[in-house]
T-cell receptor, first 111, second 113 residues
Framework: GAGVSQSPSNKVTEKGKDVELRCDPISGHTALYWYRQSLGQGLEFLIYFQGNSAPDKSGLPSDRFSAERTGGSVSTLTIQRTQQEDSAVYLC?????????FGPGTRLTVL | DAKTTQPNSMESNEEEPVHLPCNHSTISGTDYIHWYRQLPSQGPEYVIHGLTSNVNNRMASLAIAEDRKSSTLILHRATLRDAAVYYCIPDMNSGGSNYKLTFGKGTLLTVNP
């Protein structure tokens, strides 16, 4: 079956611009996570959605970062006024329980 | 969160067994031990998990020490496709159903043909 998909696969933007990253989870998975991976680093948790519950935003690095999940399915991660330190691979994962299924990621480059 | 220690890198030959160690001496009694791996240019993928008993699945085996302060991921016959960064992740459950993963640096496994 279809796995987690993310778009775009690559995004190059200029410092100060806003970007939106999209995640399409596996159908039926109630949980959705966003992580980011900076060059040569491990993955860093950003935000977690579960059903209609309030999201866990404890990993968002600043108020420039926000995310929403519409209809319990597709999620969008928005970064406002991008900075060069935001350059990373942004990974989305969905889960029916404890096991997480990751998408291929979006590589964001901020010039 | 429990802290983990893994070797930065390991090397193996194709078709030989590989034992990837992980120390998690601060793990609590209810923390599962999960292993994920990340192939080059891909998102991580689940490998295996366990609590106290040794576990086997089609990908690997997980041997957990009796005191649970360490565990070993065993690949019985390494293939070139197993070359990846392997992450040992205890303490996944942050309460309720939030299983956010805390990734360390992991072990980079190189498989030689």
């Amino acid at each position: 079956g279809a796995g987690v998909s993310q778009s775009p696969s690559n995004k190059v933007t200029e410092k100060g611009k806003d970007v939106e990253l999209r995640c399409d989870p596996i159908s039926g998975h109630t949980a959705l996570y966003w992580y980011r991976q900076s060059l040569g680093q491990g993955l860093e948790f950003l935000i977690y959605f579960q059903g209609n519950s309030a999201p866990d935003k404890s990993g968002l690095p600043s108020d420039r970062f926000s995310a929403e999940r519409t209809g319990g399915s597709v999620s969008t991660l928005t970064i406002q006024r991008t900075q060069q330190e935001d350059s990373a691979v942004y990974l989305c994962a969905s889960s029916p329980g404890y096991k997480q299924y990751f998408g291929p990621g979006t590589r964001l480059t901020v010039l | 969160d429990a802290k983990t220690t893994q070797p930065n890198s390991m090397e193996s030959n194709e078709e030989e067994p590989v034992h990837l160690p992980c120390n998690h001496s601060t793990i609590s009694g209810t923390d599962y031990i999960h292993w994920y791996r990340q192939l080059p240019s891909q998102g991580p993928e689940y490998v295996i998990h366990g609590l106290t008993s040794n576990v086997n699945n089609r990908m690997a085996s997980l041997a957990i020490a009796e005191d649970r302060k360490s565990s070993t991921l065993i690949l019985h016959r390494a293939t070139l496709r197993d070359a990846a960064v392997y992450y040992c992740i205890p303490d996944m459950n942050s309460g309720g159903s939030n299983y956010k993963l805390t990734f360390g640096k992991g072990t980079l496994l190189t498989v030689n043909p």
